[in-house]
């Protein structure tokens, strides 16, 4: 696997991301919260323990996140609904992540025509 230098980091996923350019917000808001993994260990009854000495829960949900089958369109959909607001963590990347990640990915929509300037893309 190649390395990703640290500066094209957030470019690298934002382009990762342009796959779902033109897919309804309803469309992946279904495929996460039907496939996505911390809906299936709810759904079951499997539910990790969110606190305790251990780990944070931010480390707890990466950790669960990793293994989701939906990260990228997670991460998509928060990026369309919250943004640069976000918090918590979306397709395995933390709240920091996600919101330097979000101009980055922004502007690849705007080159692509698919977005308007109003907060939240227009969407």
Same mark, same amino acid.
């Given at each position: =696997?190649?390395?990703?230098?640290?500066?094209?980091?957030?470019?690298?996923?934002?382009?990762?991301?342009?796959?779902?350019?033109?897919?309804?917000?309803?469309? #992946?808001?279904?495929?996460?919260?039907?496939?996505?993994?911390? =809906?299936? #260990?709810?759904?079951?009854? =499997?539910?990790?323990?969110?606190?305790?000495?251990?780990?944070?829960?931010?480390?707890?949900?990466?950790?669960?996140?990793?293994?989701?089958?939906?990260?990228?369109?997670?991460?998509?959909?928060?990026?369309?609904?919250?943004?640069?607001?976000?918090?918590?963590?979306?397709?395995?990347?933390?709240?920091?992540?996600?919101?330097?990640?979000?101009?980055?990915?922004?502007?690849?929509?705007?080159?692509?025509?698919?977005?308007?300037?109003?907060?939240?893309?227009?969407?």
């Amino acid at each position: =696997m190649n390395a990703v230098n640290p500066d094209d980091f957030f470019e690298v996923i934002a382009a990762k991301l342009d796959r779902f350019e033109r897919v309804p917000d309803d469309v #992946l808001w279904e495929v996460a919260t039907r496939d996505g993994a911390c =809906m299936l #260990l709810s759904r079951s009854d =499997m539910e990790p323990e969110w606190t305790g000495d251990d780990l944070t829960d931010r480390e707890l949900a990466a950790r669960v996140c990793a293994g989701c089958p939906v990260r990228s369109e997670c991460l998509e959909l928060e990026l369309r609904t919250s943004g640069d607001q976000t918090l918590g963590v979306w397709g395995a990347l933390p709240a920091e992540d996600v919101r330097a990640l979000y101009p980055v990915w922004r502007s690849r929509r705007r080159r692509g025509g698919q977005l308007g300037d109003e907060p939240g893309g227009g969407r």
